[in-house]
C-alpha cells in the first residue's frame, strides 16, 4: 500500500519560515514527479511546486516563485517544500503528490497525480 505522509505544517507569523515533509513508503518514488499542492478554504486545490525524476528544473506556481524551494532525496524516498517570507495568503492545507506516469516532463493539474498524502495545515498571521 502506497502512503505519502506530510509533516511539518504549523502556524507561523508572516515572514517567517517553514518546511514541509512528504515521506513515501510502499515503493520507490525515485521515478516519480513529486508535486506539493494546496487547498485554501472555499478556494479550489492548486498546483504549488513540482520537481520531476528526470533531473529538470524545478515548476513553481508565480505566487511561490523566489520564496519557495522543492526539494527531494530519493534515498529518504522524501520530498520537502522549504517556505520562505510566507504570507497570510499562503494558509492552506498542503498536499504532497506523485506522478507515476513517468513523464519527462512536469504537469501541473491535480488530476495527473497518482497518489496523494492526507495534506497538513499550513496558517500564517498576519
Known amino acids: 500500500q502506497v502512503q505519502l505522509v506530510e509533516s511539518g505544517g504549523g502556524l507561523v507569523q508572516a515572514g517567517g519560515s517553514l518546511r514541509l515533509s512528504c515521506a513515501a513508503s510502499?515503493?520507490?518514488?525515485?521515478?516519480?514527479?513529486m508535486g506539493w499542492f494546496r487547498q485554501a478554504p472555499g478556494k479550489e486545490r492548486e498546483f504549488v511546486a513540482a520537481?520531476?525524476?528526470?533531473?529538470?528544473?524545478?515548476a513553481y506556481a508565480d505566487s511561490v516563485k523566489g520564496r519557495f524551494t522543492i526539494s527531494r532525496d530519493n534515498v529518504k524516498n522524501t520530498a520537502y517544500l522549504q517556505m520562505n517570507s510566507l504570507k497570510p495568503e499562503d494558509t492552506a492545507v498542503y498536499y504532497c503528490?506523485?506522478?507515476?506516469?513517468?513523464?519527462?516532463?512536469?504537469?501541473?493539474?491535480?488530476?495527473?497525480?497518482?497518489?496523494w498524502g492526507q495534506g497538513t495545515q499550513v496558517t500564517v498571521s498576519s
Open positions: 520537481i520531476s525524476w528526470s533531473g529538470g528544473d524545478p
Open positions: 503528490a506523485a506522478d507515476s506516469s513517468r513523464r519527462w516532463y512536469i504537469v501541473r493539474g491535480e488530476y495527473e497525480y497518482d497518489y
Open positions: 510502499g515503493r520507490t518514488m525515485s521515478r516519480d514527479t
